[in-house]
């Protein structure tokens, strides 16, 4: 890049440069995508796709100059010959750098650049200057066709990259119709120099750079010598024509503009500028069609994504599993290692319930952990030891009737059968003060029979103490068997003492 270009994109730009992130038509960049798929490729079909959009047409330009021989600024290549030469594994390398979709909807909410309506005026503006570099027997139809589709790069490279001095330019112009002037004001230079700047900076064709840096000249006497190539002339009409099409409202005002131009500068009658503008009226009609098959592609696309999504989503479940069952396994292993040594010290039966629920507590996220014992004079099953509760917890003091029908406590302790209870269920503790008893807390929770010697001595109560949470089997069945060793421990103490 040239100091003077470097020095203006340094001055306007509000972020680097990044030929990536050039906004891309939706459509456009899925309509490529699909061309690069499956085993017969069409080099014409993707060139002819690429051409329907500024940005894919600027970036594939420059890859193409970065792999090719030709010195920069060279005489126009054919488009298909150069992308064949260039090769698609290159051009597939480009589309995985290319940012993948771009949202004209945020674009338009930083900058207000409507990137439909630009895309609208550059291709209307190409189809124009195909068509009259047929009526003048210009030499390379398609340069004029390129020229056409970026005479305005400049507008969307201030869009992108500087979005708050793209806002302020679009606010005045909804007021002031002299886009120019508004551009000098703010940018202190114009899209036309951007665009020449960038286009000449990735190798397009010295003849397109003229164009686009010079077709919003006058044609009078002070932009004449602007004007002196001939798809320099070919663009300047070609700019009118598609603006006549773009801005229905002042059609006539852009018709003759045209016109004007179309005599002075390329030396067109009226009847053959009629013929020009009814042939580029009818080449956009047909892209309605072609919108048509963009709307297929989204369809697919997005089925596509949703496959993904779902495809993603049972990734990320079975990494979460296997996370909670390496998770668990940790725990389980650090349980382990802290209750090894409390069962060798052959301590009474207190301290290893005690042990184990600060065990279970350290090692695991369960909130408390409460040991209920039976009571031969009582026949309840009374709150002995617990870990985790607050002093004042009712869990502490908390005692239920081991004969009850519908109690979860005497079930567990009679049946000897482990209930997890997954919902808001409720046990009501019989209290000595108190026969209706005060509600157990609404939190999931799990009750394990206490064994010594195959015969019932109590019941274990586990919860997360969290509404949200409920207790895996799995974690159950690793503290049963926690839970058995302890008693074997106690039943060996027993025996020993006896």
Avoid at 372 to 379: E, G, I, N
Wanted: proline letters at 3%; one cysteine or more.
């Amino acid at each position: 890049m040239s100091n003077t270009n470097g020095h203006i994109l340094k001055r306007v730009l509000e972020s680097p440069f990044d030929e990536s992130q050039i906004p891309t038509l939706p459509e456009m960049f899925l309509q490529l995508r699909e061309d690069l798929k499956g085993n017969v490729i069409s080099v014409k079909k993707i060139s002819k796709t690429i051409l329907m959009d500024p940005a894919l047409t600027l970036r594939t330009l420059s890859v193409i100059m970065k792999h090719s021989k030709e010195e920069i600024g060279s005489p126009y290549i054919p488009f298909q010959k150069s992308v064949k030469d260039m090769g698609l594994n290159r051009l597939r390398e480009m589309m995985k750098n290319y940012v993948l979709l771009h949202d004209p909807a945020e674009l338009k909410s930083k900058s207000l650049f409507d990137l439909y309506a630009y895309w609208k005026h550059s291709i209307y503006a190409a189809y124009a200057a195909e068509t009259i570099a047929e009526f003048v027997d210009y030499t390379c139809k398609e340069e004029a066709y390129v020229a056409g589709l970026l005479h305005d790069i400049g507008k969307l490279i201030v869009a992108q990259f500087a979005p708050t001095k793209s806002w302020k330019i679009q606010k005045i112009y909804r007021a002031h119709s002299d886009y120019h002037k508004i551009e000098m004001r703010i940018l202190k230079t114009s899209h036309t120099l951007i665009g020449e700047s960038i286009a000449a900076d990735v190798g397009t064709p010295k003849n397109i750079v003229d164009a686009i840096r010079s077709h919003d000249m006058d044609a009078g006497e002070e932009g004449s010598r602007y004007l002196q190539s001939n798809l320099t002339r070919i663009v300047s009409v070609a700019n009118s024509i598609s603006k006549l099409f773009c801005f229905r409202d002042h059609s006539n005002h852009y018709f003759f503009e045209g016109s004007e131009k179309a005599s002075s500068l390329l030396g067109l009658d009226q009847e053959r500028y009629r013929t020009i503008v009814r042939k580029t009226g009818n080449r956009i009609h047909s892209l309605i069609d072609r919108f048509h098959e963009h709307a297929v592609l989204f369809r697919n696309y997005s089925l596509e994504l949703e496959r993904l999504t779902q495809k993603d989503q049972n990734i990320k479940k079975r990494l979460d599993e296997t996370e909670n069952t390496l998770q668990q396994r940790d725990a389980t292993l650090n349980m382990y290692n802290d209750i090894v040594p409390a069962i060798n010290t052959r301590k009474s039966r207190a301290f290893l319930y005690n042990e184990l629920a600060k065990t279970i507590i350290k090692n695991t996220d369960i909130k408390y952990v409460v040991f209920f014992l039976y009571d031969k004079a009582t026949k309840l099953l009374e709150s002995r030891y617990s870990c985790g509760l607050a002093p004042n917890d009712q869990l502490r003091y908390a005692k239920f009737d081991s004969n009850g029908d519908n109690n979860v406590f005497a079930s567990t302790f009679k049946d000897q059968k482990i209930h997890n209870i997954l919902k808001d269920d409720v046990e009501k503790p019989v209290n000595e003060n108190n026969n209706n008893g005060n509600e157990l807390r609404r939190f999931p929770f799990a009750t394990l029979p206490i064994v010594e010697n195959k015969k019932p001595l109590g019941v274990m109560l586990i919860s997360h103490g969290n509404t949200e949470r409920i207790i895996t089997n799995d974690f159950i069945e690793i503290i049963s068997k926690l839970c058995n060793h302890i008693s074997v421990a106690v039943e060996s103490i027993s025996s020993a003492a006896a």
